[in-house]
């Protein structure tokens, strides 16, 4: 039956059928997977976000999105409420005029500032337009971000945490063995 449905009514049909449903993130990562359709996806992950009986491996679903698709879920539920600061790999797209996007973005600011290790902050865009510079990833950093206008930007960059491997599926290059 599903092969017969488009896209719009199997959202539908999900919306409906998971009203008392309970699945764990991977279960809800497999249903996202059976979308082809970008906005499709994104909605059957917002669709199926709250039934995940296991919120601490909600960055499973995260990782199986595009970063695009990432950016769009995290749009749709709120920065915060996907927000993880183990595993924070991702697209993200904040209104730092919006006090729930500017904490999220305060967040991950202060977490680059602490990590030595690793460029945190890539393709950083800043009320869309291309920021070329590299941005110092210091104390300072939010501060400078949040003032590069006249008023509040909205920021647009990938975030790399060390869970970047993970997401990819991959080994650390520390944790390599030759």
């Keep these: 039956i599903a092969g017969k449905m488009s896209g719009c009514e199997c959202i539908c049909r999900l919306r409906e059928g998971s009203v008392f449903m309970q699945i764990t993130a991977a279960q809800a990562r497999d249903v996202v997977s059976l979308y082809y359709n970008h906005a499709e996806r994104v909605e059957a992950a917002v669709i199926l976000r709250n039934r995940i009986v296991d919120q ?3 960055y499973t679903l995260l990782y199986s999105l595009h ?9 749709r539920v709120g920065p915060l409420n996907l927000l993880n600061m183990e595993r924070p790999t ?10 729930e996007h500017y904490q999220a973005g305060k ?3 202060d977490f680059a500032a602490s990590c030595n290790d ?3 902050i890539h393709a950083l865009y800043v009320d869309g337009k291309k920021h070329d510079k590299q941005i110092n990833e210091n104390s300072k950093m939010w501060t400078l971000l949040v003032t590069m206008t006249e008023r509040k930007p909205v ?3 990938d975030f790399t945490g060390r869970d970047i491997w993970e997401m990819l599926a991959r080994d650390a290059p520390s944790d390599r063995r030759g």
């Design 90 to 99: 991702g697209r993200y797209r904040l209104n730092t005029d919006d006090a």
């Design 155 to 157: 920021l647009e960059f």
């Design 118 to 120: 690793i460029n945190n």
């Design 56 to 58: 601490q491996n909600m």
């Design 107 to 109: 967040m991950l600011a």
């Design 67 to 75: 970063m695009l698709e990432q950016q769009y879920f995290l749009e």
